[in-house]
């Protein structure tokens, strides 16, 4: 039986991963795709702690906010392709330096 | 967990299905009876349809069972969550009306002016009905999983409404840093709601709260990151990158949509996250000897807050990132009553961000109707006061009821708000965060003031004449710039609804 805090330190390195490559990618696709890892990292976390808590108390809600989590992504997926597109469009790039006309 | 009968779930949320009613209907009747009819004519059906759905969810809210609790807070209504719920359709159908300036073409000849800026009318205020569906079942539930789909659903139709000039360069990279700021601080936030899961057993706030009273440094991480999540909402420094491109860039009255609705939702929740949920968690914001908990943590999110905001305004040329900044101090302020978590403080959020919400629309309404003239910089509105002297007056209530002076309604608003945090526990430590507070009213003064130096005293350009906007526009501004003034002269007839 694999204790739970492995399960939560992949957990934490994958949505690591994700941060860092938010912060260091500068191709929209690629951030984007790190902001599902980051997704994808949270919902192990929530199926470790759903295993956990069943065995304890047979409560297991976070099964289930991970389907709705899945589906959220999707949704977000779209929007976000749409937007990126919209983008596209008018810029004619995918590089977030370029996207710059506004500035503090 | 006991089951829900589908009959007992229709009734309850009779008010979000009128609102989709009415948004479906606004697109059937966009797309098939109106195709190719002049644009005048779909905004004046769709908005009148919007306004209907809106006003029969109203009447449906207020008609409907006094309070009841799905199990496992899946939705829990009372008295002040019917009055939220009231308050965000109001500001739907002000949204509605004042969006009649935005899609009416300028007329011809006008020097910098713009067509309007869509002609996916139906698409529009559907859109506007659904992100009012989202709100209201934010506002209406107290389960992390419904909280965050709620929340989830209005950012997603937040980013298309903020991209929805698809042509403009500015609305299409506005939407875009909205999106990926909001895609990580959604997933902050989940990875946030894991680990209280993880800790609690439960998605559920009020046995949340049983499992907070044991304190464990896992929880801090935890409250860290529910924190990074909802400040990311509610504009609130250091997460507030998006808000000043997404305010100049979207189309003027999604920005005010933005800056009002879904901030007063977002603040309620927010305050019902941290003060039923993570209760016990408190901690204390005091100067010397700082307790962990989420007091400290929210001391310097307002504090950083109140000082970026109202410092970064001063230097703005654009007055629409002028609001923006504006707005991320009033998130400082806000922030300030659900630090000092009693029962009145929740009462002064509420009036503060009611009051907030309808200023700042006003005042995004007024940009609009200014916005097909091409105004947008402080130094095109030179003069305004000779050129539309009533839309000036409107701005002048507003920015003043911003800045908080008296006797309109966000002085009242600032003066309960800071009275209540002074008044709250002593423990908490937060006269240092009032000094800091108003102190940082007094900067958000100048910069209130020079924009309104602009209109009222600097003269006229030499080739500008007078600006004319819509009757609906007018009437709509003349009563929100009533309902200011009389809010600040009669506190009472909103207390009233705020106070439990």
């Not at chain 1, 951030?31 to 295993?51: K, T």
């Not at chain 2, 300030?336 to 005042?363: D, E, K």
Request: charged share 10%; hydrophobic share 60%.
């Amino acid at each position: 039986m694999v204790p739970v805090s492995y399960y939560l330190i992949l957990s934490a390195i994958l949505f690591s991963i994700g941060v860092g490559a938010f912060l260091i990618k500068r191709n929209i696709i690629t951030i984007f795709m790190s902001i599902e890892l980051m997704l994808n990292a949270v919902n192990l976390s929530f199926v470790a702690f759903a295993n956990y808590w069943n065995q304890i108390n047979h409560q297991f809600s976070g099964q289930i906010f991970v389907f709705f989590v899945m589906v959220v992504a999707a949704a977000e997926a779209a929007v976000g392709l749409a937007i990126i597109i919209a983008l596209f469009r008018t810029r004619k790039t995918l590089n977030v330096d370029q996207v710059d006309l506004m500035k503090l | 967990m006991s089951a829900v009968s589908y009959s007992q779930l229709v009734w309850v949320t009779l008010p979000e299905i009128a609102l989709v009613v009415a948004a479906l209907a606004v697109l059937a009747c966009d797309g098939t009876v109106l195709r190719g009819a002049a644009i005048a004519r779909r905004r004046g059906v769709a908005a009148l349809l919007a306004c209907v759905g809106s006003v029969a969810a109203m009447l449906l809210v207020g008609s409907g069972p006094a309070s009841f609790h799905l199990p496992d807070g899946m939705l829990v209504m009372d008295g002040r969550t019917r009055v939220v719920q009231v308050a965000l359709l109001v500001l739907t159908i002000l949204t509605v009306l004042l969006s009649e300036a935005m899609l009416t073409p300028a007329a011809e000849g006008v020097a910098g002016g713009k067509t309007a800026f869509t002609h996916h009318i139906g698409e529009y205020f559907a859109l506007l009905l659904f992100a009012t569906v989202a709100v209201l079942f934010l506002v209406s539930t107290q389960n992390f999983l419904l909280i965050f789909l709620a929340l989830e659903f209005l950012s997603l139709v937040l980013y298309i409404l903020t991209g929805f000039d698809k042509q403009s360069q500015l609305s299409t990279e506005a939407a875009l840093k909205y999106f990926l700021f909001g895609g990580i601080s959604a997933a902050f936030l989940l990875f946030g709601i894991s680990l209280i899961y993880g800790l609690s057993g439960s998605i559920d706030l009020s046995q949340i709260a049983v499992a907070a009273l044991q304190p464990d440094p896992l929880w801090m991480i935890a409250i860290v990151m529910v924190v990074v999540g909802f400040g990311f909402k509610v504009a609130a420094a250091p997460f507030h990158l998006w808000a000043p491109d997404a305010y100049q860039g979207a189309p003027t009255i999604s920005a005010g949509f933005v800056s009002s609705s879904s901030k007063v939702a977002s603040f309620f929740i927010f305050a019902q996250v941290l003060t039923l949920g993570v209760f016990g968690a408190a901690g204390s914001g005091m100067w010397h000897g700082a307790a962990p908990g989420w007091v400290p943590v929210l001391c310097v999110v307002a504090a950083l807050s109140l000082l970026l905001g109202n410092l970064a305004a001063l230097v703005q040329t654009s007055l629409r990132r002028l609001l923006a900044y504006s707005a991320i101090g009033h998130a400082g302020y806000l922030l300030l009553a659900i630090i000092a978590h009693t029962p009145q403080s929740t009462s002064a959020l509420l009036y503060y961000v009611f009051t907030y919400a309808l200023t700042v629309l006003g005042a995004f309404g007024v940009l609009a109707a200014l916005e097909a003239q091409g105004i947008d910089r402080i130094a095109d509105v030179a003069g305004l006061s000779r050129r539309a002297p009533f839309l000036s007056a409107c701005m002048l209530v507003f920015l003043l009821s911003l800045a908080g002076i008296p006797p309109l309604a966000g002085f009242f608003g600032k003066f309960w708000l800071f009275g209540t945090a002074l008044n709250a526990a002593p423990q908490l430590g937060l006269f240092w965060l009032v000094m800091l507070a108003i102190l940082m009213s007094v900067v958000a003064l100048v910069y209130y003031l020079r924009v309104l130096k602009q209109i009222f005293v600097a003269d006229v350009p030499a080739n500008a004449g007078a600006i004319h906007s819509g009757l609906v526009t007018r009437v709509t501004l003349g009563v929100m710039a009533a309902a200011t003034v009389v809010l600040g002269c009669d506190p009472g007839l909103l207390i009233r609804w705020v106070v439990r």
